[in-house]
């Protein structure tokens, strides 16, 4: 057994980054992500990196767009503001179809609001980052492991389909401690025939860029990413299911809502209630199947969010409506307590037994 190493969460995905080949760290500091920039600011140089602190968000995912051109792995992290100022960049690396690491450790908001951990980006992460009609790939870690792990797959998901992924993190995930393994074997990095690399006068110039003059051009790109993003939903999708073989009453739940709910869930289990978990772990593409496969099984399910309710429309609709989906939340940088999670779970049984 490979040996484990007490880290924070944003730590975890520092290292992973440096293990997974990431040699170019663009990053502007805002809490609570600053660790990851921290620690990149002390690897990359002993390593032959390059490490930058941009002189704001907007350059920063401008860098990554320019490096992942050239066929490197680079990534970059923020908080929520600060994600929402790289979106312009964002949609260029998505109408470019350049792979690249984007980390956002989540906190309060809307506006500045507070350094408190949030589930609040879910709907900007997953539904629009920015303008224009694409997707990342959106991975919400639920452990201090899974924020390496998470990181390792996230690049090489972003190379293999040529587009962004996101990890999508709650401040708690960034900011707790927990042992970790970063033992990993670490595939060969994948031809990239598109990249600028330089032709050394052997092929044809590649351009790389997100601008198409000719609408029928456009269109032609949109549907082809289209057809892309398809086969990813039907292929990629990741989730984890906990006691759900003979639930009736089934808990959504990501990253730290998650680990809140299993508590719930085993008092819940002690007190004869039948209720399972379902863990989305790729936030898009959304895992449908299981959802569909609950609604015809449970009698409710619900959504754990530390948002106003924003997973809980993609449940909806991967249930078809089938059954009742109800929210237990806090906001505002609170986390629900399995106390909360629990009296939920019995007022779906019917009330407190």
């Known amino acids: 057994m490979a040996d484990k190493v007490l880290m924070k969460g944003n730590e975890a995905i520092a290292e992973a980054a440096i293990i997974a080949g990431c040699r170019h760290y663009f990053g502007y500091p805002i809490t609570p992500q600053t660790e990851i920039a921290a ?177 029928e051009q456009l269109e032609t790109e949109n549907f082809k990413r289209y057809e892309r993003y398809k086969y990813i939903e039907e292929n990629e999708a990741l989730y984890e299911e906990y006691m759900m073989d003979d639930a009736e009453i089934c808990v959504a739940a990501f990253g730290i809502a998650a680990r809140v709910a299993k508590n719930a869930i085993n008092a819940a289990r002690e007190k004869g209630i039948k209720v399972g978990l379902i863990r989305p772990i790729t936030l898009w593409p959304f895992p449908v199947a299981p959802f569909k496969k609950a609604a015809k099984q449970v009698q409710q399910v619900i959504s754990v969010e530390l948002s106003m309710g924003q997973m809980i429309e993609d449940i909806r609709l991967a249930t078809e409506c089938k059954v009742p989906v109800t929210l237990c939340n806090r906001v505002g940088g609170m986390i629900p307590s399995p106390e909360q999670v629990l009296k939920a779970i019995e007022d779906a049984n019917g009330g407190a037994k």
Request: include cysteine; charge should be negative; hydrophobic fraction near 40%.
């Open 39 to 215: 620690y990149m600011a002390k690897r990359m140089p002993k390593i032959g990196g390059c490490f930058l602190q941009a002189e704001s968000e907007i350059a920063a995912i401008n860098m990554v767009y320019g490096v992942s051109s050239t066929g490197h792995r680079v990534m970059t992290s923020s908080s929520s503001p600060g994600i929402s100022l790289k979106g312009e960049g964002i949609s260029y690396l998505a109408g470019a179809d350049l792979p690249a690491l984007i980390v956002n450790v989540q906190r309060g908001g809307p506006g500045l609001g507070g350094i408190q951990p949030s589930q609040s980006d879910y709907f900007q992460a997953t539904k629009g980052a920015a303008h224009g009609d694409f997707h990342m790939i959106v991975l919400a870690p639920a452990s201090v492991q899974e924020m390496a792990d998470l990181t390792v797959k996230g690049f090489e998901l972003a190379d293999k389909y040529r587009m962004t992924s996101m990890i999508l993190a709650d401040g708690t995930m960034g900011q707790m401690m927990e042992p970790v393994s970063l033992d990993y074997d670490i595939k060969e990095m994948p031809e990239k025939p598109w990249a600028t690399t330089g032709t050394n006068m052997e092929r044809e110039h590649n351009i790389v860029n997100s601008l198409f003059l000719s609408p």
